[in-house]
């Protein structure tokens, strides 16, 4: 008798999972609960079953026990991930300004996963509290939980800072899911945050793992904190003869014919010119950081190769001049008082003698 209840239970359970399964499938299109469900029912209607014909066997229902608690724990997980991708799910992140979107999609990871931590805890807790020798151990541990609060606190110190950190990080927006950030001079995209370490996915598809405790210690760059548009610069060391406006018109026309430039932004300045050189800085804008770079290397290729094919003269070159004396040098009598530290004055004449002395 008790095997046919106990058949017809799990029987019965499989059968109310796999409708509620189908129903969630259909509104929410995912199937993260149904292996948990399947397990937690058939163990549930077992121990239903077991309690209205008892038998004598208690290491079977002790580890019945032990095994509902860890699959209601792994069915609560389920849930707390469904619940988590259904939010997520409408929350865009594949749009122009996705700022907002990728923020709460590092929160709610981050706390996902901290829930889910919780929950493991919890289970192997309340494991540990079906066994009556762990009941009796409760009591001198309590008692001596300053102690062992203590050490364990200086020994996962590390640990518990990146934990830290990491809530730190997801609820101050300094660093978000698919942000762009340099570190470490590596140029690289967030690709995942978790309570403990961060990875870039850099820009040669390497990844950097750094612990989340480093974003909060050392200083980074973020080029997508508020925005992804960004401003970028090319310099170029000409000649003194270069036709700066020309160039400047040019550069002008090559920029709106490329799909590359968001059209915010195009200036040539010369901002050095100092020895044999003028040096020329362009500065243009992009969208994003991939665009930027790549409007970057367009717009020094297309200077460079404006400079040599319309003017050669201009390119950086270095002049020299033989020069042939033909008058003897005039004594330094003769030489302008203009050149000279202390001139033939009142005033030159008296600094003159503060500084070297009197003439003999």
């Not at 919890?122 to 151990?137: C, K, S, Y």
């Not at 001079?185 to 612990?211: A, K």
Request: charged share 20%; proline share 3%; hydrophobic share 50%.
């Amino acid at each position: 008798m008790l095997f046919v209840v106990l058949g017809c239970s799990i029987v019965f359970a499989l059968l109310v999972v796999e409708v509620i399964h189908r129903l969630v499938r259909r509104f929410t299109h995912s199937g993260k609960m149904y292996r948990p469900g399947q397990v937690f029912g058939a163990l549930l209607a077992t121990q239903i079953s077991l309690s209205v014909y008892p038998m004598d066997a208690p290491i079977t229902l002790h580890a019945l026990g032990i095994a509902l608690i860890l699959a209601g724990a792994w069915l609560l997980s389920a849930l707390i991930s469904t619940l988590v991708d259904i939010s997520l799910s409408r929350i865009r992140t594949d749009v122009t300004d996705n700022r907002h979107a990728r923020r709460v999609h590092t929160q709610v990871t981050l706390v996902r996963r901290l829930t889910l931590v919780v929950i493991g805890v919890l289970a192997v807790g309340a494991i540990l509290m079906t066994f009556p020798g762990a009941r009796a151990i409760g009591s001198t541990v309590l008692a001596s939980a300053a102690v062992i609060g203590a050490v364990a606190a200086l020994a996962a110190q590390s640990l518990l800072g990146n934990v830290i950190s990491g809530m730190q990080i997801a609820f101050s927006d300094a660093v978000r899911l698919d942000d762009v950030v340099v570190v470490e001079g590596e140029w690289g995209r967030v690709e995942d945050i978790t309570l403990t370490y961060v990875v870039l996915h850099l820009w040669d598809d390497r990844r950097l793992v750094l612990p989340t405790s480093y974003f909060l210690k050392n200083p980074f760059e973020n080029w997508t904190r508020t925005q992804s548009a960004l401003l970028g610069t090319v310099e170029l060391d000409l000649d003194w003869t270069v036709p700066v406006e020309a160039m400047r018109q040019e550069m002008r026309s090559m920029l709106e014919g490329s799909d590359l430039w968001d059209g915010r932004v195009s200036v040539l300045q010369v901002t050095s010119a100092t020895q044999g050189f003028v040096r020329l800085r362009a500065l243009v804008s992009a969208a994003d950081a991939g665009k930027l770079w790549d409007l970057r290397c367009l717009t020094r290729e297309h200077l460079v190769d404006w400079v040599r094919r319309q003017h050669g003269g201009s390119l950086p070159q270095v002049r020299t001049r033989a020069v042939t004396s033909t008058s003897k040098q005039q004594p330094a009598s003769d030489q302008h008082t203009d050149a000279r530290v202390f001139g033939e004055s009142l005033d030159g004449a008296q600094r003159e003698q503060a500084f070297a002395g009197p003439k003999p």
